[in-house]
């Protein structure tokens, strides 16, 4: 088998992966204990992953825990520091927010309490429509 073919294939899965999971932050582990079961090497996985970070399609996240990393999928979407996020404490679900209404909030913040907001680090906490329906049953 060509090395150049099984390697692509590798860098692929773990391209297959991110984005049937777009909605999703993972940290390298919980990757590797997807794509590994595939085939992929975890030197390939932490070479690939770095690079799409660097490229930007993939964006790196501070995990919950504050020390940690976390990985998500944004694709072409490369504009993910200027909008702010939503993630749900029930399933995870991180959701990239284009409202001109935060970016009024964040305009407010800064004029009138004298604080600069980083959108791309500023994650909202709560509850998707989904686990808010199911809360509900």
Same mark, same amino acid.
């Given at each position: 088998?060509?090395?150049?073919?099984?390697? /692509?294939?590798?860098?692929? !899965?773990?391209?297959?992966? %991110?984005? *049937?999971? *777009?909605? *999703?932050?993972? +940290?390298?582990? =919980?990757?590797?204990?997807?794509?590994?079961?595939?085939?992929?090497?975890?030197? /390939?996985?932490?070479?690939?992953?770095?690079? %799409? !970070?660097?490229?930007?399609? $993939? *964006?790196?996240?501070?995990?919950?825990?504050?020390?940690? $990393?976390?990985? =998500?999928?944004?694709?072409?979407?490369? !504009?993910?520091?200027?909008?702010?996020? %939503?993630?749900? !404490?029930?399933?995870?679900?991180?959701?990239?927010?284009?409202?001109?209404?935060?970016?009024?909030?964040?305009?407010?913040?800064? $004029?009138?309490?004298?604080? +600069?907001?980083?959108?791309?680090? /500023?994650?909202?906490?709560?509850?998707?429509?989904?686990?808010?329906?199911?809360?509900? $049953?």
């Amino acid at each position: 088998m060509n090395s150049r073919v099984y390697h /692509t294939t590798q860098q692929q !899965a773990v391209m297959e992966f %991110l984005r *049937r999971n *777009r909605d *999703r932050q993972y +940290s390298i582990a =919980q990757i590797a204990q997807e794509v590994c079961k595939d085939g992929v090497g975890k030197s /390939t996985l932490y070479r690939r992953i770095a690079q %799409l !970070a660097q490229e930007g399609s $993939v *964006r790196r996240f501070r995990g919950e825990d504050g020390r940690s $990393v976390v990985y =998500q999928y944004v694709g072409e979407n490369h !504009a993910c520091d200027h909008h702010f996020h %939503l993630k749900c !404490a029930g399933c995870g679900m991180l959701i990239h927010l284009e409202c001109e209404q935060m970016h009024e909030l964040k305009e407010h913040i800064r $004029v009138h309490h004298q604080f +600069s907001i980083d959108p791309a680090s /500023t994650v909202l906490y709560g509850l998707c429509a989904d686990c808010c329906t199911r809360e509900q $049953v």
